[in-house]
């Protein structure tokens, strides 16, 4: 039996054996991983307690108002583009990888297909079975679609992706006059967020909530699909090698990482003043900031992407600082980050539900007892990634998609 070549999971990179070794051509991509899963487990962590999305506590007392805005300004919807765009940047280094290894264009896509149409079945048992606000399930429909579409496509038909950038970025400019001149209006309507229900979140029992569940997940899978446009943008990093050769794209990822996390800010902050009581508008124009707080998300993403770059670049001038543990450790979380994703999943039904413990019926206010959830639930991640990179352990869910991916095709011999 051969050995089956190294590759980019889809999700994350796992090392073959022993402990990793990190440089900066590898560090950024895996710490960028390693660390969106705290502001994943943030956002999800949230959305579980508040059975919404975004989960927000939607009349918010003391320093919970700051809280709130610095989540729509920095952390709400701004998470998910961020691993969109790593999605298609891991997609592009498997195709890469496997190409260098000696893979037909033909082989590489259908190993492309298999690991997606894989990650569409795992999202839909990880939706199903435990949050249904999965992303799992939309990024392996948008990975067959890219696949189907874009793979091994040429630099012109990337670089098309910059012609709806252009556009995204003219219609916020558009919503953000708009917003302007009616709330210049003086409206004295307070319009209230509206959010997404996950009324699973809040079943009795785990049987209620699968059904919901069943509700939830294809209407929110459907939704996410249109990531494709941010998982697009990744594959084109991917193919400059941005990531890995930081050095030689310090002026993009400076303007990108300043750029990105001001637009989504500005974007998000209106929503934040709306939560605040201190903005009013009415019904229509909230719809509108509603909308640019979503869609500046995207930048947001793009931003902290280019700033996990600038470090890695940052490390590689001074060796000594990768060697830190935590370093270290939040690297070896992204090389298993589908695994620490899954994990996130299943510490939410356990300690949040209403059928388990139920740590959310404990407290009268919601919102730091679910930031203090994401966080040291993603500590834990972190420390159980770094021992098992120590001991040269991969991650389960890691393994078991790789395999699935694979099936007999590199089983020969």
């Known amino acids: 039996m051969t050995k089956e070549p ?6 994350a990179k796992s090392s073959d054996s ?9 560090m950024a991509p895996d710490l960028a991983r390693g660390a969106m899963l705290l502001f994943i487990a943030l956002a999800n962590c949230a959305g579980y307690l508040f059975a919404s999305a975004p989960g927000v506590e939607l009349a918010p007392q003391g320093s919970e108002r700051i809280y709130n805005v610095l989540s729509f300004m920095f952390l709400h919807a701004r998470t998910y583009p961020m691993f969109a765009f790593m999605f298609g940047y891991g997609m592009i280094q498997l195709a890469m990888r496997q190409q260098a290894a000696g893979k037909s264009p033909l082989e590489v896509r259908g ?4 690991r997606n149409g894989w990650l569409l079945v795992c999202g839909l048992l990880h939706g199903v079975l ?20 874009l793979l091994n496509r040429s630099d012109r038909i990337y670089r098309l992706v910059f012609w709806y950038l252009g556009f995204m970025i003219v219609y916020c400019l558009v919503l953000f006059v708009w917003i302007a001149a009616n709330l210049a209006n003086g409206s004295t309507e307070t319009a209230v967020i509206v959010t997404s229900p996950f009324p699973s979140n809040l079943s009795l029992t ?20 249109s990531s494709i446009i941010i998982i697009w943008f990744g594959a084109w990093c991917a193919r400059q090698r941005i990531l890995e050769n930081p050095a030689n794209h310090l002026r993009k990822l400076s303007w990108c990482s300043a750029i990105g996390i001001l637009a989504a800010a500005i974007g998000g902050l209106p929503m934040g003043l709306v939560n605040l009581g201190v903005l009013h508008a009415d019904a229509d124009t909230a719809s509108m900031i509603k909308m640019l707080y979503e869609t500046t998300g995207f930048f947001g993403g793009v931003g902290y992407v280019s700033v996990f770059g600038l470090l890695a670049y940052a490390a590689a001038q001074s060796p000594v600082w990768t060697q830190i543990r935590i370093v270290r450790a939040i690297t070896a979380l992204g090389q298993r980050s589908l695994s620490g994703y899954l994990f996130q999943s299943l510490i939410w039904v356990v300690i949040l539900s209403p059928f388990a413990l139920n740590l959310g019926a404990r407290f009268e206010r919601l919102t730091f007892v679910a930031a203090g959830t994401a966080a040291i639930t993603w500590l834990i991640s972190v420390i159980l990634a770094y021992f098992m990179d120590r001991h040269g352990k991969r991650g389960w869910a890691e393994v078991l998609l790789r395999k699935l991916s694979y099936g007999r095709f590199y ?3």
């Open 6 to 11: 190294s590759d980019e999971s889809s999700l």
């Open 18 to 26: 022993g402990p990793v070794q990190i440089s900066d051509r590898a």
């Open 111 to 114: 190993l492309l297909l298999r």
């Open 130 to 149: 435990l949050y249904s606000g999965d992303i799992l399930g939309a990024y392996g429909v948008a990975g067959l679609l890219f696949t189907f579409l």
């Open 206 to 225: 785990y049987a209620a909530s699968l059904v919901e569940r069943l509700r939830e997940w294809p209407m929110h899978t459907v939704f996410m699909s």
């Open 411 to 413: 089983r020969k011999g």
